[in-house]
């Protein structure tokens, strides 16, 4: 199945600074797909866009899906410590899920 | 939502030898899912458990060197036959439940180590 692809690979930021991760797919998405994986953890997921240019917001985080269904983006304002970790997109076809190689996020204190 | 629960949680095995893992979830659900994370990698899937029948197995891999069991709609084993040092990683076990639309919940995973 077609990749997403996920820019950058790794982000260091400052406590406090914002955070933005990137997925990229050459074809239209039926739907995109994030997830938070911490040090140590397994993936949780955390939101499904659906919609072109759909955008949702939890707390600190903003989820984008492009108008032409084929980018996303989440972005973290204010980082804080417990932000670090990797988050990965996911393209989902009928069953299955396909990651995004995941940007690893660290958050100096 | 659905809880998954794997076993082993952790491992370190012998080179040739074979590991089975075991997944639980606490709900009836539609689709199992096995997946594989190498170290500092992105998750890549395995193959989809089908309830009583063969698993679906993803390009790279097959039924020999990771059979896969599913006698019933919450449970799902995956054996890792004759491990090298290269199949060190987390293995991922993963549900859908019929209510939770295109969201997939993963187990804690089982990681291990092939010496």
């Known amino acids: 199945g077609q990749q997403v692809m996920q820019i950058p690979q790794y982000q260091h930021v400052q406590e406090g600074e914002d955070f933005t991760t990137y997925c990229n797919s050459s074809?239209?998405?039926?739907?995109i797909q994030w997830y938070k994986q911490r040090p140590g953890g397994h993936p949780v997921f955390l939101i499904q866009?659906?919609?072109?240019?759909e955008v949702k917001k939890q707390k600190r985080l903003t989820f984008q899906f492009g108008e032409a269904k084929k980018n996303s983006s989440l972005h973290i304002t204010a980082t804080q410590t417990t932000d670090v970790g990797t988050y990965f997109c996911?393209?989902?076809?009928?069953?299955?899920?396909?990651f995004g190689k995941g940007t690893k996020l660290t958050v100096n204190p | 939502s659905a809880v998954i629960s794997q076993k082993p949680s952790r491992d370190i095995c012998q080179r040739g030898t074979s590991l089975t893992i075991q997944c639980q979830v606490d709900?009836?659900?539609?689709?199992m899912f096995w997946y594989r994370q190498q170290p500092g990698q992105s998750l890549t899937l395995i193959a989809t458990?089908?309830?009583?029948?063969?698993?679906?197995?993803e390009s790279g891999f097959v039924i020999d060197k990771f059979p896969i069991s599913r006698p019933n709609l919450t449970f799902s084993t995956l054996t890792v036959s004759n491990m090298s040092p290269e199949d060190s990683s987390i293995y991922l076990c993963?549900?859908?439940?019929?209510?939770?639309?295109?969201?997939?919940?993963f187990g804690e995973g089982s990681w291990l180590t092939v010496v």
């Open positions: 993963s549900a859908r439940t019929g209510h939770s639309g295109n969201t997939i919940y």
């Open positions: 866009l659906v919609k072109s240019g």
């Open positions: 458990a089908n309830q009583g029948s063969e698993a679906t197995y």
């Open positions: 074809t239209t998405l039926s739907n």
């Open positions: 996911a393209r989902s076809g009928s069953e299955k899920l396909v």
């Open positions: 709900s009836q659900v539609t689709m």
